[in-house]
């Protein structure tokens, strides 16, 4: 089972940027379809944004215009690039496959506050 491993979290003042990065922890053949997800204290995990092993995003409308995913094939990563942070964009960010396996990560903590 694919375990993957999403870093690059922190504490960011509004208006700020920070970039994620999400890879397997072992060796892995190839990735698909990824996605960037989020979990806010108190609500349900979401989707942020997914992009396919060819490049094709899609976008929450809460990030579109903030927020880029991209991913490096050879390397078997995938990036979240956020600028423009709000205090709404905190919560523990977790990469999955999309659509997302039953197993999850640590997630990394993105907290926005001044």
């Known amino acids: 089972q694919v375990q993957l491993v999403e870093s690059g979290g922190g504490l960011v003042q509004p208006g700020g940027s920070l970039g994620l990065s999400c890879a397997p922890s072992g060796s892995v053949s190839r990735l698909g379809t990824m996605g960037w997800y989020r979990q806010a204290p108190g609500k349900q995990r979401e989707l942020v944004a997914s992009i396919t092993r060819g490049g094709s995003r899609n976008y929450a409308d809460s990030v579109k215009g903030r927020f880029t995913i991209s991913r490096d094939n050879a390397k078997n990563t995938v990036y979240l690039q956020m600028n423009s942070l709000k205090p709404e964009d905190t919560a523990v960010y977790y990469c999955?496959?999309?659509?997302?396996?039953?197993?999850w990560g640590q997630g990394t903590q993105v907290t926005v506050s001044s």
């Open positions: 999955n496959f999309w659509p997302p396996r039953e197993s």
